[in-house]
């Protein structure tokens, strides 16, 4: 019995192990590595965001958009990194400045949305980034409204906003009316300051309902599921979609993360506004 219960822990120890290596692996074109190289190509766009726009657990948007036949001579930036709040966001302005870029989009409110929906979901974010005050819809709201204040005011980029998506695929749950209020939320503020404004929580919405799916699975905390779903995406030959599929998700991986399905919507969105830049 020993023996079976040294392997089981082994086999959690590189289980674990292997998740947390894909979770956390830093894109190699964020803001730092991107200032420390240097580079002529132009028009430099950054992505800011957190997991969704890491694209390490979800489907890899900006990196699908780097392949985009028009793009060969822009930069594209990766300033995604997985857990994020609007607080980590304000953290990365002064290497955004530095760069001077040229379009910026940001996507993110996702996990400020997740820490108010209970004492457990927040004392996780509190314990990752050392966090000393709640999150609040009043906290998201003002370092939003800071975030975008600043990209306008202190550079010259084109500043895009999405909605952030929807959190679990029943409408009637209370994780998706959170996603909801924090989405019109971000509207408002993004309007009020006069940005672009993407709405990929209401196109994700309507694309559900058009969908007329027969189940519509909530957002249910469960850090499990995301880690076994992102080790099957590493260790076998499914895609995002096969296993958002098998998960019960249409738009979704794990309840939090995109599919290509949901993904390509978003990717969709970036473009379209990248290439209405163009000369």
């Keep these: 019995m020993k023996h079976i219960s040294k392997l089981w822990i082994f086999i959690f120890f590189i289980f674990e192990s292997c998740v947390i290596f894909q979770a956390t692996k830093v894109p190699s074109n ?3 590595a991107t200032i420390i190289k240097s580079s002529n190509k132009t028009p430099k766009i950054v992505f800011l965001g957190d997991s969704i726009t890491h694209g390490r657990v979800s489907y890899d948007y900006v990196g699908s958009i780097a392949k985009h036949p028009s793009l060969n001579n822009s930069l594209i930036i990766n300033e995604g990194i997985n857990s ?7 953290e990365q302005l002064e290497d955004l400045k530095e760069l001077k870029p040229d379009i910026v989009f940001l996507l993110i409110g996702t996990n400020d949305l997740k820490a108010t929906l209970s004492t457990d979901e927040y004392n996780r974010y509190a314990s990752l980034w050392s966090l000393k005050e709640p999150v609040t ?3 998201f709201s003002n370092h939003l409204r800071t975030i975008i204040k600043t990209i306008k005011t202190d550079t010259n980029a084109k500043l895009i906003v999405f909605s952030p998506p929807i959190l679990g695929e029943d409408p009637n749950s209370i994780p998706f009316q959170r996603s909801k209020r924090f989405a019109e939320l971000t509207k408002n503020i993004v309007i009020q300051e006069k940005a672009i404004y993407k709405p990929l929580h209401e ?4 694309g559900l309902e058009e969908a007329k799916l027969k189940t519509r699975k909530p957002y249910i905390q469960n850090i499990w599921d995301m880690y076994w779903t992102i080790l099957r995406y590493y260790s076998t030959s499914a895609s995002w979609n096969e ?3 098998s998960n ?3 738009y979704l991986t794990d309840a939090i993360h995109l599919n290509e399905r949901g993904g390509k919507i978003l990717e969709g ?3 379209e506004e990248i290439i209405s830049n163009e000369p």
């Design 84 to 90: 994020r709040l609007t607080l980590q966001i304000m």
């Design 137 to 139: 819809e009043e906290s």
């Design 30 to 32: 964020n803001l730092k």
């Design 203 to 206: 196109t994700l919405s309507k």
């Design 243 to 245: 296993i958002g599929d």
């Design 269 to 271: 969105m970036a473009l």
């Design 248 to 250: 019960g998700y249409h």
